[in-house]
Structure formats: C-alpha cells, structure tokens
Nanobody, 121 residues
C-alpha cells in the first residue's frame, strides 16, 4: 500500500510565492518520474512540471522561469516552488508519481489528494 500526502496550498496575492510538498509512504521500492498537475475550474487537468529519477526536469511553457520542481529521494518527496504567481495559476494542484512497490515488477501510478492554490489579482 502506498499513501500520498500533499501540503502547501493556499491563498496568495499576484506576484507572491508558494511551495507545494508531496510525500509518498508505504511499501515503496523506487520512484521513477514525479509530476505536478493542475486543474482549473472548467478546464482539463494539465501537466505543470515533471522530474525523473536522474533529476531531469520539464515544465509547461506557462510556468517556465517561475516554477521549480525538485525531489528528495530519501524522503520520497517532490516539491514545487512557485514564484511570481499569476491569477491564471489558480487551480487544484496534484502530485502524480510512477513507482515500484516492494516485490512488484510493474510500475504503479498514484495521485495525491490535491491542494488548492488561489492567486488573487
């Protein structure tokens, strides 16, 4: 069993910063790619940032230069530092990881519960 716990959302004014955290726990052998998605009201969920096991990163064009994804393999954690926030960043943010559980030979996918980020103008 694997559990995902997110934290760090909230209300912030435009131009402000927030840091999201997500930690996986349970019978984890290794974690491959760790991702942050977001979903705004009436819109499809979209990939914001991803980081693989070697530390290579990818970002949605709209957040490049403002958001930074990082991971702590010892804590099975992934983080999203969000700077220069804009009202259009308002959404529910979800972490999403691909991992191997102990004793399993197949990749498993897990979502966090989501955390609300609201940016006021």
């Amino acid at each position: 069993q694997v559990q995902m716990v997110e934290s760090g959302g909230g209300l912030v004014q435009a131009g402000g910063s927030l840091r999201l955290s997500c930690a996986a726990s349970g019978t984890i052998f290794s974690i491959n790619t760790m991702n942050w998605y977001r979903q705004a009201p009436g819109k499809q969920r979209e990939l914001v940032a991803a980081i693989n096991s070697r530390g290579s990163t990818n970002y949605h064009d709209s957040v490049k230069g403002r958001f930074t994804i990082s991971r702590d393999n010892a804590k099975n954690g992934v983080y999203l530092q969000m700077n220069s926030l804009k009202p259009e960043d308002t959404a529910v943010y979800y972490c999403y990881v691909h991992l191997y559980s102990v004793g399993s030979l197949r990749v498993e996918d897990y979502w966090g519960q989501g955390t609300q980020v609201t940016v006021s103008s």
